[in-house]
């Protein structure tokens, strides 16, 4: 099982930009499903893009053209570039990893932005 560590998040205008990190550490990241959800107040924990073991990307419709997944298995770390920010991009970021029977969760970063 592997530990995660979001950081990145912060307060942004809208059509800015932030870059968010999921680090982790544990063995056998490299073959993990790692994916980023968000939640917003009062609203349910939806995933936001996830990318497989070998780079193939999934987006939720709302983000698709303004965010990217990317992975750097050297260092361990999933980013999440988000472009182009709206007021309703507005959340907490967590980041999970999933691998057979194992599922390990982030504790969350806080994204704001304003209009």
């Known amino acids: 099982q592997v530990s995660l560590v979001e950081s990145g998040g912060g307060l942004v205008q809208a059509g800015g930009s932030l870059r968010l990190s999921c680090a982790a550490s544990?063995?056998?990241?490299?073959?993990?499903?790692v994916g980023w959800y968000r939640q917003a107040p009062g609203k349910q924990r939806e995933l936001v893009a996830d990318?497989?073991?070998?780079?193939?990307?999934n987006y939720v419709d709302s983000v698709q053209g303004r965010f990217s997944i990317s992975r750097d298995n050297s260092k361990r770390v999933v980013y999440l570039q988000m472009n182009s920010l709206k007021p309703e991009d507005t959340a907490v970021y967590y980041c999970?990893?999933?691998?057979?029977?194992?599922?390990?969760w982030g504790q969350g970063t806080q994204v704001t932005v304003s209009s």
């Open positions: 990318i497989t073991s070998g780079g193939n990307t």
């Open positions: 999970n990893a999933r691998r057979l029977s194992s599922l390990s």
């Open positions: 544990g063995s056998f990241f490299s073959l993990y499903v």
